[in-house]
T-cell receptor, first 110, second 114 residues
């Protein structure tokens, strides 16, 4: 079973930052936090991952709390093309398996 | 540029008629995964190959089988499709199954069972 908790849906205005929260209170020491997104009728797309430290790439930033029990994905300037289901996943460092939860449906509005 | 290719994109089969979905990759990755995604649900891992080593998820029905004849190709066989097997089937790859490895997903094959 998925071990992360996310709000089922969120709205964001175009051009504003989208902040997507995730709770992973049972995360173990060798598990990474991954974020993927799935645009309608496409395969999931990797966004970013982290272990302990905050991470940033060209798509997004990942803020992980010091106790690692929660994280926030930040899309700094959301566009209409960012409308998708966003999945926060605890990924095993031993097997690489991803167990998807229900995710957050982000709707970016003009 | 296509890295994970799934054919066909849409597959229609009849109840009980065996069907095979295919996946190929140009990334030379060691690990290949098959997921099932039913309507309005999250992807669910069915099994994965680490090189030639097959790893089945505990709750994957026996009706689902897989073959990986070489690094590039992986097949999903559904021996006797039921109506409940209608879904999007996603193939993914990763360079390695250990540590932090992103998975690269194909576009999926949408299976319809009549």
């Amino acid at each position: 079973d998925a071990k992360t908790t996310q709000p089922p849906s969120m709205d964001c205005a175009e051009g504003r930052a989208a902040n997507l929260p995730c709770n992973h209170s049972t995360i173990s020491g060798n598990e990474y936090v991954y974020w993927y997104r799935q645009i309608h009728s496409q395969g999931p797309q990797y966004i970013i991952h982290g272990l302990k430290n905050n991470e940033t790439n060209e798509m997004a930033s990942l803020i992980i709390t010091e106790d690692r029990k929660s994280s926030t994905l930040i899309l700094p300037h959301a566009t209409l093309r960012d409308t998708a289901v966003y999945y926060c996943i605890e990924g095993s460092g031993n097997t690489g398996k991803l167990i998807f939860g229900q995710g957050t449906t982000l709707q970016v509005k003009p | 540029d296509a890295m994970v290719i799934q054919n066909p994109r849409y597959q229609v089969t009849q109840f009980g008629k065996p069907v095979t979905l295919s996946c190929s990759q140009t990334l030379n990755h060691n690990v290949m995964y098959w997921y099932q995604q039913k309507s309005s649900q999250a992807p669910k891992l069915l099994f994965h190959y680490y090189d030639k080593d097959f790893n089945n998820e505990a709750d994957t029905p026996d009706n689902f089988q897989s073959r990986r004849p070489n690094t590039s190709f992986c097949f999903l066989d559904i021996r006797s499709p039921g109506l409940g097997d209608a879904a999007m089937y996603l193939c993914a790859t990763s360079r390695d199954g250990r540590g932090a490895n992103e998975q690269f997903f194909g576009p999926g094959t949408r299976l319809t069972v009549l």
